[in-house]
């Protein structure tokens, strides 16, 4: 019998946010229940524990102003590491740049990966097959203690919303590891949820930040099917220059090659912070 069309939601705050289309998988892996949905106007779409991760149709919201903030304000990048981002987006857009020799995908589900690889394709592309990424099933903070001081370019944080088990990297001792293990004049960047639908956990984010770097920043975008659209990314490093003034000697084509992504957004996006949320990181 041919699955029927259902509507599925992500329900947040007396609110829902919902696609319709049909089930292609559900199950529970050991950490989470896992939802992949044929959508009818998003592409593919994939739920983790009730929450919306990413879909075919918008990813590039998300994973673009992850990514190229941070590796475009460095002249070279070869050392890379994603926590989480079992999708293969994160990777796919860390890819463009040919400097990069090693992405570490750090990820605590293995069946994420399985799955975006059989039912996500638009999202990993060619990425699994590219002998400079290499895929290592762990904790994310197992692998943040095990690793030398200074030893990567860029840290991306692509982690799911808190829960049981993602709350560990939501700490400031996450986020102090995470710049031990980064170059000097490396990058720390994470996606830091929502101002609208998470504020709590949003401004956590920034506080932690700007307590551990000597410089860090926030920008604004949009994740249309993500609670209430609006969302951020936040970045820290110890190098004054950066994400406003970028580097990369390339960009041109990488601005090419994004849907959404380029300098002007960019920056544009940087200076988005809304008023609640920098006068209550004022009275901090
Ligand atoms: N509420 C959605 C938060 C999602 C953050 N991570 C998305 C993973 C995409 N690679």
Redesign the pocket.
Known sequence: MKPRKIWID?IHGGSRYGLKGKILIKKRSPFQEITIMETENHGNA?MLDG????SDKE?KY??EC?VHPALSSLKTASRVLII???????ARECLKYSDISLIDLVEIDKEVIELAKKYLKE?GQNAWEDKRLKINICDGLKWVSNTQNNYYDVVFI????PSEISNDIYSLKFYEECKRITKKEGIVAT?S??PES?PTIHIEIIKSFKQIFQISSTMYSF?PF??SGI?SWTFGSEDSTQFLNPQYKHIDSIENSCDIWNLNYQKGAFQMMPNKILNKLKKI
Do not use: A, K, R
Not at 84 to 90: E, R
Not at 158 to 161: G, K, R, T, V
């Open positions: 992500e994939l929450c919306w991760m990413t990813e998300y994973h992850l989480g981002g079992g999708d293969g987006g994160t999202l692509d982690c799911s919303d996606q949820e929502s998470f994740v993500y609670p969302w």
